[in-house]
């Protein structure tokens, strides 16, 4: 492979597996919210934010497939030539959120399909078991925190 | 002080007045109502009192509200009001006037009379509901032997032969057959609907060979299926049947019209039922007081700073009630109600959301406000999107009438959107890239690495002034050793590493051993032998890992806040594929609306949370405890009504 075709694999990691940390996260979390709201209708703002916050890792993997995509040309004007050794530094760059996306994605989830519960028995506690989420959003942020360093670390 | 000194009263009263003082109290709502039974004078005066008891009013009370509350119930479960989703947030609420809602009072007694047809109504319903429940089971029954052209009622057993319908296990079937040519010489099956698990059969035979031929199906488990009601064939019942269902769904339109026309009355009823739950909850109340045959005493918290509204309104009202009040004792359990000025107010949020402090605590809200507010612009940093947050924020307090944690929720979101405009100003993010203006300091894409170590730079001065926070607490508990050993041995320990690590080896390195040596030597204090003392103390030097990981998770903001600004630019990015012919355009116009819209929606969501997770787990763990009880003033309480000023004109 030339070093374009490594770096977009990175991307397409990234944006993959993040994604589907997402996706599996935010159905779990639909699956809760959709057996809360038989019971009760009337939570489907709530129960609605919730389910949106697993979706931040899918959009951290697009963000970093975005920023691959931009730095090789394949969107905008630029065209850059890449060397092998530039498209595994972009691959390795898209590691961290790529996998940390994945997990933290499903676990986010998981949590928050516990807080579905505990909004259904104690609507004014949202915010704690929001709290709880966001422990598990953390390690997502700070693997796109590393993808992005290592980004703007590689000379082009 | 942003905690408010309570005072503890007692009110002294006749007891014919005890209803007067009671609605006055209720009208005001600044009264938290102490039942007398838990006063530390109370075996002293127990025996001059009224054995207590609930005036006999109460359970009238009750019942007449619950009997509301189910007429209520039936017009939500039938003809529901639908909340909009920022209603589903806020609660929604009737807007009466105040001349209305008298006027609704005013047909109480109306109420047996819809409470009558309502339970009448659904008393039909339910039966109307059973019986459509049984018809579909049969229907579901006889589905199977709708290929059966008997009559049901013939099928019996008569004096020579007995018949019947039979249902076996498809796998038995063929055993079955088998076992009755086998053992019986005449009979008749007829399989009316092989299902592929179970196989539906006709069966006559002699009644001599009954024995027999129960033992066989006994042993096949074969199970005899009747329809003992049923007179004609099958697929004629089977018709009818529907034709039955048909009525009861009639039955049950003309029904829920007779609820429909009950419907007229509901805010009536909602307004009574407001009414009638503030009557119960005051009656309740005196079940707090203690009684004699001609006065009561009534204990209570009260704000200090409306102590003196609540005499002046006793005084006004009558003269014959004594009101006393004293500054609480050390060891009784105080309601806290916290009182920020001005724009810290809204944050108080934050802080109720973690928990409410103790009586003797700080309040945190106050120094956590500011770090809030540039931690929340700092990760938001848009301009754009600062501004559409604000405005949102505007426009949803103007729209909605707020009270309470939601009005400081909206007001908090409206400073928050100026802080995040600031930022995008400071930082040069205008919906991401979409306008391109130079940043008044750097560019984060640009230098990323400034940003992430201004990020930490403003966990480190969070997290010391937090420090801070809490040697004041000790120096002010008279604890001034305490905030040397636990707090200042740290601080000159890590600013030694700091310097250390910013290339000022000397001064660094002193400051280091100097404040690692005072921890060793101080942090095992509370052992008791010397060994003890010293490797407790060792191992304290271990938590530099905690404050560490603090201060690391400080890099939160430049991610975050990087991250709104590349998905705009990613939205704008998508939105520039597009552009190029008209509908090019049209389609790039609704890209950047929708994207930009999400974005703005998604990233103040994660601004939000994660500011507020710095300040919870980072912040308040330095100097923070909570677990106080928050105020709960006697008061009114509407769950349906809202009484608003007359409208003009």
């Known amino acids: 492979?030339?070093?374009?075709?490594?770096?977009?694999?990175?991307?397409?990691?990234?944006?993959?597996?993040?994604?589907?940390?997402?996706?599996?996260?935010?159905?779990?979390?639909?699956?809760?919210?959709?057996?809360?709201?038989?019971?009760?209708?009337?939570?489907?703002?709530?129960?609605?934010?919730?389910?949106?916050?697993?979706?931040?890792?899918?959009?951290?993997?697009?963000?970093?497939?975005?920023?691959?995509?931009?730095?090789?040309?394949?969107?905008?004007?630029?065209?850059?030539?890449?060397?092998?050794?530039?498209?595994?530094?972009?691959?390795?760059?898209?590691?961290?959120?790529?996998?940390?996306?994945l997990s933290s994605g499903i676990y986010q989830g998981r949590v928050l399909s516990s807080t579905i519960n505990l909004i259904a028995k104690r609507p004014e506690e949202m915010g704690k078991g929001i709290v709880y989420a966001v422990m598990v959003e953390t390690y997502a942020v700070f693997a796109l925190l590393a993808t992005v360093l290592i980004l703007f670390g590689i000379d082009l | 002080m942003p905690i408010i000194d309570m005072k503890k009263v007692f009110l002294l009263g006749h007891y014919q007045e005890r209803e007067q003082i009671f609605n006055l109290l209720h009208n005001l709502g600044i009264v938290e109502m102490v039942d007398v039974k838990s006063s530390e004078t109370w075996d002293e005066f127990q025996s001059y009192l009224e054995p207590g008891q609930l005036p006999e009013n109460v359970s009238q009370i009750d019942a007449r509200r619950s009997d509301i509350r189910y007429c209520l119930d039936i017009f939500q479960r039938h003809y529901?009001?639908?909340?909009?989703?920022?209603?589903?947030?806020?609660?929604?609420?009737?807007?009466?006037?105040?001349?209305?809602?008298?006027?609704?009072?005013?047909?109480?007694?109306?109420?047996?009379?819809?409470?009558?047809?309502?339970?009448?109504?659904?008393?039909?319903?339910?039966?109307?509901?059973?019986?459509?429940?049984?018809?579909?089971?049969?229907?579901?029954?006889?589905?199977?032997?709708?290929?059966?052209?008997?009559?049901?009622?013939?099928?019996?057993?008569?004096?020579?032969?007995?018949?019947?319908?039979?249902?076996v296990n498809a796998e038995q079937y063929p055993a079955l057959q088998d076992t009755l040519a086998a053992n019986i010489s005449d009979y008749f099956v007829e399989e009316v609907f092989p299902d592929q698990d179970v196989v539906h059969f006709f069966f006559s035979g002699l009644s001599e060979d009954k024995p027999v031929i129960d033992d066989l199906f006994r042993e096949k488990t074969v199970t005899r299926v009747s329809f003992p009601d049923l007179t004609a064939t099958p697929a004629e019942s089977i018709k009818s049947l529907h034709e039955k269902l048909k009525i009861l769904n009639d039955q049950k339109r003309a029904i829920l019209s007779e609820i429909e026309a009950l419907l007229e009355h509901r805010p009536m009823l909602m307004a009574c039922y407001d009414y009638m739950d503030n009557e119960h909850a005051k009656h309740q109340a005196t079940s707090n007081l203690g009684c004699t045959k001609s006065s009561f005493l009534l204990e209570g918290w009260v704000p200090v700073p409306v102590l003196g509204d609540l005499e002046t309104a006793i005084a006004n009202r009558t003269e014959t009630a004594a009101i006393v009040s004293r500054d609480p004792n050390p060891d009784e359990d105080v309601p806290v109600l916290l009182h920020n000025s001005g724009p810290v107010e809204p944050y108080e949020v934050v802080t109720k959301l973690f928990s409410t402090p103790k009586r003797n605590e700080l309040d945190p809200t106050p120094f956590m406000a500011p770090f809030f507010f540039l931690f929340f612009g700092i990760c938001l940093s848009d301009a754009g999107y600062g501004l559409i947050l604000t405005l949102l924020a505007v426009l949803i307090s103007r729209k909605l009438k707020l009270e309470g944690m939601g009005k400081q929720l909206v007001t908090l979101l409206i400073y928050s959107g100026v802080s995040a405009f600031v930022f995008g100003l400071i930082l040069g993010g205008y919906f991401g890239d979409?306008?391109?203006?130079?940043?008044?300091?750097?560019?984060?894409?640009?230098?990323?690495?400034?940003?992430?170590?201004?990020?930490?730079?403003?966990?480190?001065?969070?997290?010391?002034?937090?420090?801070?926070?809490?040697?004041?607490?000790?120096?002010?508990?008279?604890?001034?050793?305490?905030?040397?050993?636990?707090q200042g041995f740290w601080f000159i320990f890590l600013n030694g590493l700091i310097l250390l690590l910013v290339g000022f080896p000397f001064a660094g390195q002193w400051m280091a051993i100097i404040g690692a040596v005072g921890l060793i030597l101080t942090q095992g204090r509370a052992q008791r032998s010397f060994v003890l003392k010293f490797l407790s103390g060792l191992l304290s030097l271990y938590n530099i890992t905690q404050y560490l990981s603090d201060v690391l998770s400080y890099?939160?903001?430049?991610?975050?806040?990087?991250?709104?600004?590349?998905?705009?630019?990613?939205?704008?990015?998508?939105?520039?594929?597009?552009?190029?012919?008209?509908?090019?355009?049209?389609?790039?116009?609704?890209?950047?609306l929708g994207g930009h819209f999400f974005n703005v929606i998604i990233s103040s969501l994660s601004a939000y949370v994660h500011t507020s997770r710095l300040q919870y787990l980072e912040f308040f763990n330095k100097f923070f405890e909570g677990g106080g009880r928050s105020f709960q003033p006697f008061r009114a309480k509407n769950s349906y009504t809202d009484i608003v000023e007359n409208e003009e004109g």
């Open chain 1, 1 to 101: 492979m030339e070093g374009i075709e490594i770096a977009l694999l990175g991307a397409a990691l990234a944006v993959g597996f993040a994604g589907s940390g997402s996706a599996i996260g935010i159905g779990i979390v639909g699956q809760s919210a959709a057996g809360l709201i038989s019971e009760d209708p009337d939570k489907f703002g709530q129960t609605l934010l919730l389910q949106a916050l697993p979706g931040t890792q899918g959009i951290y993997g697009l963000l970093t497939g975005f920023l691959i995509m931009q730095n090789v040309g394949v969107i905008g004007d630029e065209t850059v030539t890449i060397t092998t050794s530039q498209g595994y530094a972009f691959l390795m760059a898209s590691l961290p959120i790529a996998i940390a996306g």
């Open chain 2, 434 to 486: 979409l306008i391109n203006l130079p940043p008044l300091w750097f560019d984060p894409l640009e230098e990323p690495m400034v940003m992430l170590i201004g990020s930490l730079g403003l966990g480190v001065i969070h997290i010391y002034f937090g420090m801070a926070l809490q040697a004041y607490r000790n120096i002010k508990a008279g604890k001034v050793l305490s905030a040397l050993y636990d």
């Open chain 2, 555 to 592: 890099s939160r903001l430049f991610a975050l806040g990087l991250a709104s600004i590349v998905i705009g630019m990613v939205i704008n990015a998508v939105g520039d594929l597009v552009a190029g012919s008209v509908i090019g355009y049209l389609i790039l116009v609704i890209i950047l």
């Open chain 2, 80 to 167: 529901p009001i639908r909340k909009s989703i920022v209603e589903q947030f806020t609660g929604s609420s009737l807007d009466l006037t105040a001349d209305q809602f008298a006027s609704y009072l005013d047909s109480l007694d109306q109420v047996e009379e819809i409470h009558k047809s309502c339970c009448e109504a659904e008393e039909k319903l339910v039966s109307i509901r059973n019986e459509v429940i049984q018809s579909q089971n049969l229907i579901e029954d006889l589905q199977p032997w709708s290929a059966l052209e008997i009559p049901l009622e013939l099928i019996e057993d008569g004096s020579y032969t007995v018949m019947g319908l039979y249902t």
